[in-house]
């Protein structure tokens, strides 16, 4: 039955592929294509015989984020095969951050999950092994990677319930395509469930964390330019919140709340999400009465109580130097951007109850103290009592950091299988 529907699906491509081609080209997205010939000639694996190195380690992943959190895992698999290296991502943005890496021989944009493409693709590269990374589970890859002898794994592998629901209906396919594979180390055990109910073998299947925890920065580079600043401003010795990635309704849970924060000679600094929503949030700040600056216009004095890190690279380093912090995309329903970053800083860290993308930092971080939930309604309250407790939070901020510390070790762990697997 896998096999069947592993066909249909071939059978049904390139209508699928026409229908998608036709509809891109007439949405305004069209001009993004600027380099057509050459990306058709990736997606369908129609490279020339010498432009891909042949019998490198093959990595597959989605896009820059996937690629910029495998950095040490390709530095690991290189010098533990001796191999080069190639990566395949499904888009240029990717495809150009891999290229960046020293340790990647050659990056391309990913054939498409047709199999005539990959089987070609694979032909031409005779890769040593193919390391699938995240969900990035494409049944015709895997399958040409099975039927050259290529072996195949899943590393750092995730899969979400919705995702793993809708795979259920299709799953004699998972399950012919999952026979194929090595092992899979998944990030988390719900993963682990997952991919066993959809029939992959549980003696296959290793958890072993998620390696982007492995990134997290405690040293960050820019800690002495926000000293200096904090310095010009007259903010030293002084309370610092610090609210990172925020979005709209978290910034007007923010001003609401700031009058009564900076009473208590509090200051605050925070960065918003995207920051071509400059001229809105300044909009904001006018009309807040707050006194406030931009650090990118440098333009802010002593009288200056709240501060818009409108600058790519400095939330970590603002972190550090916080007293409180605050993690958006999380009283908005965006799943929560990164929590362990303040954490691994020692800094206790405040976020709202959507925090779908990240639900096992969340709760470590409730758990062990060193996180708490607020809302727009007890947001003022808790950062309120909490600053004015500096014993408290001092040790809910030495919890936040040991949470943030059990979550890394991921890198080894894969590195473990990978050994033992080899060594079979």
């Known amino acids: 039955m896998g096999k069947l529907l592993l066909f249909l699906t071939n059978l049904i491509f390139p209508l699928a592929a026409l229908g998608v081609a036709l509809g891109f080209l007439c949405s305004p997205r069209r001009g993004l294509l600027k380099h057509l010939y050459q990306e058709l000639k990736e997606r369908f694996g129609l490279e020339k015989d010498g432009e891909i190195p042949q019998g490198a380690l093959w990595l597959h992943c989605a896009s820059v984020g996937e690629v910029m959190s495998m950095k040490e895992v390709i530095s690991r698999l290189k010098?533990?095969?001796?191999?080069?290296?190639?990566?395949?991502?499904?888009?240029?943005?990717?495809?150009?951050?891999?290229?960046?890496?020293?340790?990647?021989?050659?990056?391309?944009?990913?054939?498409?999950?047709?199999?005539?493409?990959?089987?070609?693709?694979?032909?031409?590269?005779?890769?040593?092994?193919?390391?699938?990374?995240?969900?990035?589970?494409?049944?015709?890859?895997?399958?040409?990677?099975?039927?050259?002898?290529?072996?195949?794994?899943?590393?750092?592998?995730?899969?979400?319930?919705?995702?793993?629901?809708?795979?259920?209906?299709?799953?004699?396919?998972?399950?012919?395509?999952?026979?194929?594979?090595?092992?899979?180390?998944?990030?988390?055990?719900?993963?682990?469930?997952?991919?066993?109910?959809?029939?992959?073998?549980?003696?296959?299947?290793?958890?072993?964390?998620?390696?982007?925890?492995?990134?997290?920065?405690?040293?960050p580079g820019k800690v002495g330019e926000v000293e200096k600043m904090l310095t010009s401003l007259g903010w030293n010795g002084r309370k610092i919140l610090v609210l990172g990635s925020t979005h709209p309704a978290e910034e007007t849970m923010l001003f609401r709340a700031a009058p009564d924060i900076i009473k208590t000679g509090a200051k605050i600094i925070f960065a918003p999400r995207h920051l071509e929503r400059k001229p809105e949030i300044e909009t904001a700040l006018r009309q807040s009465g707050l006194h406030y600056g931009f650090i990118s216009t440098g333009k802010f004095d002593k009288n200056t109580d709240i501060l818009c890190a409108d600058v790519m690279g400095l939330l970590q380093s603002l972190y550090a130097c916080a007293s409180l912090t605050f993690v958006g995309g999380s009283v908005v329903p965006r799943g929560a951007h990164n929590l362990l970053e303040p954490a691994i800083l020692s800094k206790t860290v405040l976020f709202g109850r959507y925090f779908y993308n990240a639900p096992l930092t969340a709760q470590s971080l409730l758990e062990s103290g060193g996180g708490v939930l607020v809302n727009e309604t007890n947001f003022k309250e808790t950062v309120l009592r909490l600053l004015a407790d500096p014993a408290q939070l001092e040790n809910m901020s030495e919890k936040a950091r040991k949470t943030a510390l059990s979550f890394k070790g991921a890198t080894n762990r894969i590195m473990e299988v990978v050994n033992n697997y080899e060594r079979k």
Not at 105 to 132: E, G, M, N
């Open 79 to 219: 010098k533990f095969y001796k191999k080069e290296v190639i990566v395949t991502t499904t888009t240029e943005a990717g495809k150009e951050t891999a290229l960046k890496n020293p340790d990647i021989t050659q990056a391309f944009l990913a054939p498409l999950d047709f199999y005539p493409s990959c089987k070609r693709f694979i032909r031409l590269a005779k890769p040593h092994r193919l390391f699938v990374v995240e969900r990035e589970i494409w049944p015709n890859m895997l399958a040409a990677a099975h039927q050259a002898g290529v072996p195949a794994a899943i590393i750092n592998g995730r899969i979400s319930a919705k995702s793993a629901r809708a795979y259920s209906f299709i799953k004699p396919l998972f399950k012919e395509i999952f026979s194929t594979l090595s092992f899979a180390a998944l990030q988390t055990q719900e993963a682990a469930c997952h991919y066993e109910k959809l029939g992959m073998d549980k003696t296959k299947i290793f958890v072993c964390g998620n390696v982007k925890y492995d990134t997290l920065n405690d040293n």
